[in-house]
């Protein structure tokens, strides 16, 4: 039997079948840029010297698990127990990573180092979207049900690149629209899904099999049995006031005029023309 020539290619490379890591068109490493972007805290020192860390609740460990099989680097998940402002006996789990190449290509995938909360955005190449904004719920949202009964998912963050990127996609997904802007209590972004669109964005996210938290995932799934309870009115789409209806506004003798002239409820002209007068919204007279 001839001997193989060692010089000759290899005519099946096994590496070719690994995945690239942190390649964001792959729905695993998109999820995880999302989550990590949200969740995660990486830091660097002298010396080339750093970390990543995220830190879950315990109950959340096996998402932690799922990043470590994703990264070909070796890291590490620890638990602890400290007393936070929610519990006494805060039991978590950490998932630590240092090694510099890994620290430099995830920076490079859009995760800044130190305080990030307000810097953080989407890839500026193309990306797998659902699943990035799925991390990013799973993270910093919400899926259930309000006190109401009603399906919701919500995102709270203090990135207005991710708060506007999400009412973007999600408007293309439902049709809802959602105009984003800072609470006065703490400055971040609230937005909110509720009942029809609240199912069907949970439905888009999370699909079958996808990586996601287990809890929210089973969360997303209990929203499809939702049905709008009989007699109760689907609200109409938000129409934008224009500059033209706010001077019409203004100039109208009464709110029952303005109404009927702009073809609007009295209370809907008598809150705008409060937040006019309060300096909420442009000045139509300076336009």
Known sequence: MAEQDPSAPALFDISALAPIFMNVKDPEYAYMLGFLQADGHLSEQTRHRGRLTVEVNVRDVDILREFQRLTPYNSSITERTRSTNFSKEHHSAIWSLCALEARTTLNQAGLPYGRKSTKIKPPRVEFSRRDYLRGIIDADGSVGYTGQGFPFVSLTTSSTAV?????????????????????????????????????????????????????????????????????????????????????????????????????????????????????????????
């Not at 959602?178 to 999370?206: C, M, P, W």
């Open 163 to 287: 708060g506007a990127y999400l009412c973007h996609y999600a408007k293309r997904v439902t049709g809802a629209e959602r105009r984003i802007s800072r609470n006065t209590r703490d400055g971040v972004y609230n937005v909110l899904y509720t009942k029809e669109a609240a199912v069907q964005l949970a439905a888009h996210l999370y699909y079958p099999a996808c990586l996601a938290l287990e809890r929210k995932k089973s969360a997303a799934v209990s929203l499809a049995s939702w049905v709008r309870p009989p007699g109760m009115k689907i609200r109409p789409p938000r129409k934008p006031w224009t500059a033209e209806e706010d001077r019409t506004l203004l100039a109208a003798p009464t709110m029952a005029h303005a109404a009927t002239e702009l073809g609007r409820s009295q209370s809907g002209c008598q809150v705008r023309r409060w937040r006019l007068a309060n300096g909420i919204g442009p000045n139509p007279r300076g336009l």
